[in-house]
């Protein structure tokens, strides 16, 4: 059976960016196709400077939201990274197998560097070595497929990279897995800045949905996105990027095409209101489920503790074969 791995990171509330680019697509497909483990990649969120209290609140918040969402723990494995020692085992063998040219050319990392620099902080060695843990999350569990919004396609190709350089010099270790891309939503833009990637750890900002912004709240933000100077609805990314993200969304929420929905729009207004009302309506099942999971943290708990067992049962072989192999003495 396909196996499939997939995380989000504790650095913010998420945004209808990560529910389209990846979280909806889990819901409604992946979990039911393959073995799929979804994680709270706790350890990706201490990369950059954190306050404690948050992160571990964010943690907690993100597993109940992808519970509300629709993961279902019946059918595939929900569970948070630290809770499972294999990732950080996993990741300073792959350290060893990468050099850091490669880490340095990873465009996220030279944006965060840059963003930390400007602030006048340090840089933490873990910004830089964060790829190798991604690759460790994702090669521990034989994973075949990754589904991602397609910011992350440059560590999964790294990933694979370093899967192919370690079973060449060591002997076969590790599936050599693929990224998987949505069709549509695989890249959502802030609402205020068509030409930056809507992330949660972004400055707050009006251009960006979180998926707990109250209704009202999101008709504002969609109401008040940047759009173009022309005045028709076209779907053309380059030109109109604004537009285009609008109609990116709306499809998003619709399941239709971007560009036949812009041919029934011949106002911003419109397009923006439709898109908007949307937005609330496919969030609104989430958040109800979501007010209910935070009356019952304990089941939430649970399904954290079921998940990491399950987790580290199939992660261990793995990176037990893969210490053997690099050329360590195993236990007695
Ligand atoms: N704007 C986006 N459009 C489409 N997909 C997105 N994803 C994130 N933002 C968008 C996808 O959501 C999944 C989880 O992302 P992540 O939490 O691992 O980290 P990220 O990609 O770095 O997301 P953020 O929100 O931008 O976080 P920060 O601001 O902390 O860097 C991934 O599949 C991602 O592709």
């Given at each position: 059976?396909?196996?499939?791995?997939?995380?989000?990171?504790?650095?913010?509330?998420?945004?209808?960016?990560?529910?389209?680019?990846?979280?909806?697509?889990?819901?409604?497909?992946?979990?039911?196709?393959?073995?799929?483990?979804?994680?709270?990649?706790?350890?990706?969120?201490?990369?950059?400077?954190?306050?404690?209290?948050?992160?571990?609140?964010?943690?907690?918040?993100?597993?109940?939201?992808?519970?509300?969402?629709?993961?279902?723990?019946?059918?595939?494995?929900?569970?948070?990274?630290?809770?499972?020692?294999?990732?950080?085992?996993?990741?300073?063998?792959?350290?060893?197998?990468?050099?850091?040219?490669?880490?340095?050319?990873?465009?996220?990392?030279?944006?965060?560097?840059?963003?930390?620099?400007?602030?006048?902080?340090?840089?933490?060695?873990?910004?830089?070595?964060?790829?190798?843990?991604?690759?460790?999350?994702?090669?521990?569990?034989?994973?075949?497929?990754?589904?991602?919004?397609?910011?992350?396609?440059?560590?999964?190709?790294?990933?694979?990279?370093?899967?192919?350089?370690?079973?060449?010099?060591?002997?076969?270790?590790?599936?050599?897995?693929?990224?998987?891309?949505?069709?549509?939503?695989?890249?959502v833009m802030n609402l205020q800045e068509p030409g930056s990637k809507m992330g949660?750890?972004?400055?707050?900002?009006?251009?960006?949905?979180?998926?707990?912004?109250?209704?009202?709240?999101?008709?504002?933000?969609?109401?008040?996105?940047?759009?173009?100077?022309?005045?028709?609805?076209?779907?053309?990314?380059?030109?109109?990027?604004?537009?285009?993200?609008?109609?990116?969304?709306?499809?998003?929420?619709?399941?239709?095409?971007?560009?036949?929905?812009?041919?029934?729009?011949?106002?911003?207004?419109?397009?923006?209101?439709?898109?908007?009302?949307?937005?609330?309506?496919?969030?609104?099942?989430?958040?109800?489920?979501?007010?209910?999971?935070?009356?019952?943290?304990?089941?939430?708990?649970?399904?954290?503790?079921?998940?990491?067992?399950?987790?580290?049962?199939?992660?261990?072989?793995?990176?037990?074969?893969?210490?053997?192999?690099?050329?360590?003495?195993?236990?007695?």
């Amino acid at each position: 059976m396909t196996r499939i791995f997939s995380g989000i990171k504790p650095t913010g509330h998420l945004t209808l960016g990560n529910y389209l680019g990846a979280v909806r697509r889990w819901v409604k497909t992946d979990q039911h196709r393959a073995d799929a483990l979804f994680c709270v990649v706790d350890l990706h969120a201490l990369t950059e400077d954190h306050d404690l209290a948050r992160v571990r609140r964010l943690s907690r918040q993100a597993a109940s939201l992808l519970l509300a969402a629709g993961l279902d723990p019946t059918v595939c494995t929900v569970f948070v990274q630290s809770h499972v020692d294999e990732h950080t085992r996993l990741a300073y063998v792959l350290e060893c197998t990468a050099t850091d040219g490669e880490m340095r050319r990873m465009i996220q990392y030279r944006e965060k560097e840059a963003q930390e620099r400007a602030r006048g902080r340090s840089v933490r060695l873990s910004l830089l070595t964060y790829p190798v843990l991604m690759a460790a999350d994702i090669l521990a569990y034989g994973t075949d497929e990754v589904p991602v919004g397609d910011d992350q396609a440059q560590h999964v190709e790294l990933t694979r990279d370093l899967a192919v350089r370690f079973n060449q010099r060591y002997g076969h270790t590790f599936t050599v897995p693929r990224a998987v891309h949505p069709e549509v939503g695989a890249r959502v833009m802030n609402l205020q800045e068509p030409g930056s990637k809507m992330g949660k750890s972004d400055d707050a900002g009006p251009g960006i949905v979180y998926l707990l912004d109250e209704p009202d709240v999101i008709r504002k933000k969609v109401m008040r996105a940047v759009t173009d100077s022309g005045r028709e609805v076209e779907y053309d990314r380059g030109a109109r990027p604004g537009v285009a993200n609008l109609l990116d969304i709306l499809a998003g929420c619709t399941g239709e095409e971007p560009s036949v929905l812009a041919e029934g729009y011949d106002s911003y207004g419109a397009l923006k209101k439709d898109t908007a009302e949307a937005v609330v309506e496919a969030l609104r099942p989430l958040r109800q489920r979501h007010a209910e999971l935070c009356t019952d943290l304990g089941y939430v708990d649970g399904v954290l503790r079921a998940g990491a067992e399950r987790a580290r049962g199939l992660a261990r072989p793995t990176v037990d074969a893969a210490y053997r192999a690099i050329g360590l003495l195993p236990a007695g």
